[in-house]
């Protein structure tokens, strides 16, 4: 508040095993939050080239006029500020992220270039944590290092923030961090850190680590014009940094809204209305707000900014904390106290809430799933199996019972019991407990019981078609996706 930190407190423990105590310079991960140092990483590259800004196309930084195999109009005109702002139109395929091939450059450039947009271009908001990879590219390209050291000398050493990791480059033994805990079936189980580093490989969403004490600075800074705190550098100049949070595209519908609107009962509002550079725009108790939030793999974060006011609130906390409703509801709490107006919550109320103004969410509630025969040898369904956006996925017999492997994931088929050839997906090894079970559907060929398909429902209902074994030595040619590029300046 007014740029001091006026209130820092850590609660609970690192993990539930040693019960070691955090302290406010423990480290958790950001997540989403992510994003807001890669735009100001983008930001403060281009401002060092006066032909280059937010709006320089993707195809004049990547030299290629066909990134976007399916839009002519999106090759043609889409910008890193579409990308920052979600305006592409493209649903969100995180699954992506269990594919270890899909590596920043050209590997993650050529799965992007063959989604098929659901939405209109720069007219439609539409969450999408892989395409924000690209931001990574541009970064290393322009910066000619990692996106990791670029971050780390451009924005945590200015800013003094020297606790802040990275999950790419982190040695939990050696490090004050805070052990994630994801709920799977009632209860909750360690998330690994090696999952955690494979998961974050590209980033720009993903791979930011920092504490209570670092994010005071960085919040500092946020409510700022663009200078260091405390001195006369320039991180950003005072326009680059205004734009950062200009409202660049409309949200319908946002799911805070499900929770905290006087019309739902409680007797204040809170809303989002507009997305900028990595960050929403909206009001609550007649104040404009910045808000960013996330839960990833039981690391769940939020941070909100009262620009008019000067006030910056950070939370972060591992386990769960569905629809956010604890973090925003005690976020809240402290805004009202810290802003001189009458708290409508009190501690009892922020252990209920929504209840009593409303009906909080449904508890999630275990499924049975039934051993079911297979019916047919596992030879039937055995194979690699192929899509042009999420790549390979093979189908093995381990001992009877079969496996789909995909990137570093894997998971154990298990029929159910229908007529169809649907599956139970059941995560396993690394992902166990980091995912729900999911559906598998494979597809015979017409008028044969010949197996030439699946799909899965929450790969976005992709169809995977079966390799043909090859049955000669003829030489064919391939004909490969146009590569990445290099970005400007040569």
């Not at 993707?58 to 839009?71: A, M, T, V, Y």
């Not at 945590?156 to 802040?164: D, E, F, H, V």
């Not at 209860?187 to 005071?216: I, R």
């Amino acid at each position: 508040k007014d740029g001091q930190n006026v209130l820092t407190e850590a609660l609970g423990v690192k993990d539930k095993i040693s019960g070691e105590a955090i302290t406010t310079d423990t480290l958790f991960g950001l997540g989403g939050i992510s994003a807001l140092f890669a735009n100001i990483l983008i930001a403060k590259k281009n401002a060092e080239y006066a032909e280059m800004d937010e709006d320089t196309t993707l195809r004049n930084l990547f030299g290629n006029n066909k990134l976007f195999e399916k839009s002519k109009l999106r090759s043609r005109y889409a910008t890193s500020l579409d990308v920052m702002a979600h305006r592409l139109g493209f649903k969100n395929t995180p699954y992506l992220f269990l594919d270890d091939t899909v590596t920043r450059g050209d590997p993650v450039i050529q799965r992007i270039s063959s989604m098929k947009p659901r939405g209109r271009f720069r007219d439609s908001f539409y969450y999408n944590e892989l395409m924000y990879s690209i931001l990574t590219t541009i970064g290393e390209r322009l910066g000619r290092d990692s996106w990791e050291n670029l971050v780390k000398n451009e924005i945590y050493t200015p800013l003094g923030m020297a606790k802040s990791k990275f999950f790419t480059t982190l040695d939990p033994s050696t490090v004050d961090i805070a052990r994630a805990y994801k709920e799977d079936d009632g209860s909750l189980f360690p998330v690994p850190f090696e999952f955690l580093k494979k998961w974050s490989s590209l980033c720009s969403t993903t791979c930011v680590l920092s504490s209570a004490n670092d994010m005071s600075k960085f919040m500092n800074y946020l409510l700022g014009n663009g200078s260091i705190p405390g001195t006369n550098d320039v991180l950003l100049a005072k326009k680059i940094h205004r734009d950062l949070f200009d409202a660049y595209n409309r949200l319908q519908d946002p799911s805070i809204e499900d929770y905290f609107l006087t019309i739902r009962g409680v007797p204040v509002s809170r809303t989002h209305f507009a997305y900028a550079m990595g960050i929403k725009r909206g009001m609550y108790n007649n104040e404009r707000i910045l808000e960013t939030a996330d839960d990833m793999h039981g690391y769940n974060t939020l941070m909100t900014l009262f620009p008019d006011r000067n006030l910056g609130i950070f939370i972060a906390m591992t386990g769960e904390d569905k629809k956010d409703l604890f973090r925003t509801a005690l976020s809240s709490y402290i805004s009202d106290l810290y802003l001189d107006k009458e708290p409508w919550l009190n501690s009892s109320l922020l252990c209920t809430f929504p209840e009593p103004f409303m009906k909080g969410p449904d508890p999630d509630t275990p499924k049975v799933h039934p051993v079911v025969p297979l019916g047919r040898l596992p030879t039937d369904f055995t194979g690699t199996y192929t899509n042009d956006i999420y790549g390979k996925m093979e189908i093995i017999d381990k001992s009877g019972v079969l496996e789909a492997k995909y990137g570093y994931a894997t998971f154990d088929l298990q029929r159910e019991e229908t007529t169809s050839l649907k599956f139970n997906m059941f995560p396993t090894g690394l992902i166990r407990h980091m995912f729900s079970v999911d559906d598998l559907r494979f597809r015979e060929m017409k008028n044969s019981t010949y197996i030439e398909a699946f799909t899965v429902d929450k790969f976005d209902d992709a169809k995977f078609e079966r390799v043909q074994p090859v049955t000669n030595t003829t030489t064919t040619t391939t004909t490969e996706k146009p590569a990445g590029g290099i970005a400007i300046p040569l």
